[in-house]
């Protein structure tokens, strides 16, 4: 069968290159007579294999020596909690920002552990915006300020950087990472579940600055430590190596693609032709202030809401599947991050083109 385009906001499309190496890899990797996956994790070869995928992640996002990049189980959400249990330092506050559904999700698991202040919040607007930046409260007690970089349920994406007034940066990039060249100077930590742009399910990403690390709550459990996960290069326990191996693959793949400024720019027209699309129709709208919109989750309604299981069965037998709109929210959405060629966005364009054109 011929492979379709999958817009699922997460596990997502991986590049049809990486699945095809890893088939070939898959019963007999590098002449081992095994596959990848049947490895020790502290033998040599996967030991390269980890320490490649460490090294691709370093030169694509610049990151300097003095961060750690870890390697872990338990998802982002996992990390709504990690954060505090090691950031907190013996403060009894945290700082976020709240912009949609995945940061409160993120400030309700906090909770458990700290005060949360909010800094700024867009709920009032239904979570359509970012709030104005001159209106944020950042209180100088809290241990660091917290925010989500891509909401990728009610698409919306921050464009630049916050200032985090001295605050330590931290920030959930489950839904954007390696979609455009970061500074991760700014950032005191940066997370990210791996099955959106990085990879399958069951590997998240953390990227942290050493002086952050060491002073986790003693009741931190070992595999979401930090430090301890840092002195083992990430295998305090058995880590998930096939996924590793495959997150490994999608960043080689990267920088064949000519590394994330190449990435950025095909993501940008990708984005800016399906906004484009829908905002010239009148049948398609988008809600979230131009300013902000995703350019990895691209929600949208119909206007006419009779139309709308016709559509997604239109869209299913025209290859194009797994437009439905989170359960939260209802609607569409388009998931278009790296691994989602330019002809399939096209594909879509034009199938929504017709599409209004028969019933709109
Ligand atoms: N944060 C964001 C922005 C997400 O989109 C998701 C989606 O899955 C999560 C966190 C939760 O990730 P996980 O399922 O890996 O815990």
Redesign the pocket.
């Known amino acids: 069968m011929a492979r379709i385009f999958n817009f699922s ?2 596990p997502s499309m991986l590049p049809e290159a990486v699945l095809l190496r890893a088939r070939e890899e898959l019963p007999d990797w590098h002449s081992t007579g095994m596959s990848i996956m049947e490895m020790s994790h502290r033998g040599k070869d996967f030991v390269a294999v980890a320490e490649k995928s460490e090294a691709d992640l370093r030169e694509l996002l610049a990151i300097p020596a003095n961060y750690k990049v870890l390697f872990l189980q338990g ?4 990390q709504f909690a990690a954060v505090p249990m090691n950031l907190l330092r013996g403060r009894s506050k945290a700082c976020y920002v709240n912009t949609g559904l ?1 940061s409160e ?1 993120a400030i309700a698991e906090a909770e458990r552990y700290c005060s949360v202040t909010v800094a700024a919040s867009s709920k009032e607007s239904g979570f359509v915006t970012i709030p104005d930046r001159a209106d944020w409260r950042i209180d100088q007690d809290a241990a660091y300020l917290h925010y ?1 970089a ?4 009610g698409g919306v994406e921050f464009q630049d950087i916050p200032d985090s007034a001295g605050l330590p940066l931290v920030c ?1 990039m ?2 954007n990472i390696l979609s455009r060249p970061l500074d991760v100077t700014r950032f005191g930590l940066i997370y990210a ?1 791996a ?2 742009n990085m990879g399958p ?1 069951g590997i ?1 990403v953390v990227i942290v600055r050493d002086d952050l690390i060491g002073q986790a709550r003693d009741d931190t459990p070992s595999i979401f430590n930090y430090k301890k996960q840092a002195d083992s290069g990430s295998m305090l326990n058995t880590p998930p190596t096939y996924n590793w191996y495959l997150l490994g693959l999608v960043l080689e793949w990267l920088k064949e693609q000519g590394g994330l400024a190449a990435v950025e720019a095909r993501n940008i027209r990708k984005a800016e032709k399906l906004y484009a699309a829908i905002d010239r129709s009148a049948l398609y709208s988008n809600p979230v202030d131009p300013a902000y919109r995703s350019r990895m989750n691209v929600p949208f309604r119909l206007a006419k809401t009779d139309l709308e299981k016709t559509f997604l069965a239109e869209a299913r037998a025209a290859g194009l599947v797994n437009l439905e709109g989170h359960r939260s929210v209802g609607g569409f959405r388009a998931s278009i991050y790296n691994a989602m060629p330019e002809e399939g966005v096209d594909a879509l364009i034009e199938f929504m083109r017709e599409f209004e054109r028969k019933y709109g």
Do not use: C, R
């Open positions: 906001a997460g998802g982002a959400t996992g995945w999700k989500t891509n909401e990728t349920i959930d489950s839904s579940g099955q959106k399910s998240v």
